[in-house]
């Protein structure tokens, strides 16, 4: 596709079970972030990929988080043992490198709820 | 630490007016980028307008533009002649010589009919 697209936009899930949200990035893109928005917050960053490796891990919020991104293209978000504080909307972006090239891409985001 | 700080939580303007939206930041850099970034209801933000810092020129796009002021850190938004589809979360973001953006809070527009 010609956009940033991520899957699930919606997920509903129990307290304690995994989940995995998907990003897939503009074709090309080199550099791809997670962020992590709550209501009525700004945008937390999670991680950052540059190709295949992730220089920046340092927005995870615990080690129940983890990201892999495969082929320099699709990125996925794992959430293990789910709890009610990750619930928010989780936006992925990709750009061509990640320095001063400037435009971030983003995807709709996928909304996590956590019951 | 580079900060970036948004004032406003929300701000209402009418139809055909113009708003200014604030943004300050802090940082230490001589050089570096700072956006604006609007998310409307659909959630899928999308960059309205990019200054980058050596330039003394303000940017403009159409009906927006910017007024930056360096020595006060000082980075605002100005939409001229509002419309309905400018209702949305506006972002003031920041990027130095790394990867690293950092967004400010959001500012929630409202544009009154």
């Known amino acids: 596709g010609a956009g940033v697209s991520q899957s699930p936009s919606n997920k509903v899930t129990e307290k304690g079970k995994d989940v995995e949200l998907r990003c897939d990035p503009i074709?090309?893109?080199?550099?791809l972030y997670w962020y992590r928005q709550s209501l009525g917050q700004g945008l937390e960053f999670l991680i950052y990929?540059?190709?295949?490796?992730?220089?920046?891990k340092s927005g995870l919020p615990s080690d129940r988080f983890s990201a892999e991104r495969t082929g320099g293209s699709v990125s996925t978000l794992t959430i293990q043992r789910t709890q009610q504080e990750d619930s928010a909307v989780y936006l992925c972006?990709?750009?061509?490198?990640?320095?001063?090239?400037?435009?971030?891409?983003f995807g709709e985001g996928s909304r996590l709820t956590v019951l | 630490a580079q900060t970036v700080t948004q004032s406003q939580p929300e701000m209402s303007v009418q139809e055909a007016e113009t708003v200014t939206l604030s943004c300050t930041y802090d940082?230490?850099?001589?050089?570096?980028?700072l956006f604006w970034y609007k998310q409307p209801p659909s959630r899928q933000m999308i960059l309205v307008i990019r200054q980058e810092a050596y330039k003394q020129q303000n940017a403009t796009e159409n009906r927006f533009s910017v007024n930056f002021q360096k020595a006060a850190k000082s980075f605002s938004l100005k939409i001229s002649d509002s419309q309905l589809g400018d209702a949305a979360m506006y972002f003031c973001a920041y990027l130095s010589g790394t990867y690293k953006y950092i967004f400010g809070t959001g500012t929630r527009l409202k544009v009154l009919a």
């Open positions: 990929f540059q190709g295949n490796s992730a220089p920046d």
């Open positions: 074709s090309g893109h080199t550099a």
């Open positions: 972006a990709s750009s061509l490198e990640g320095r001063a090239s400037g435009e971030l891409f």
């Open positions: 940082t230490s850099e001589s050089d570096y980028y």
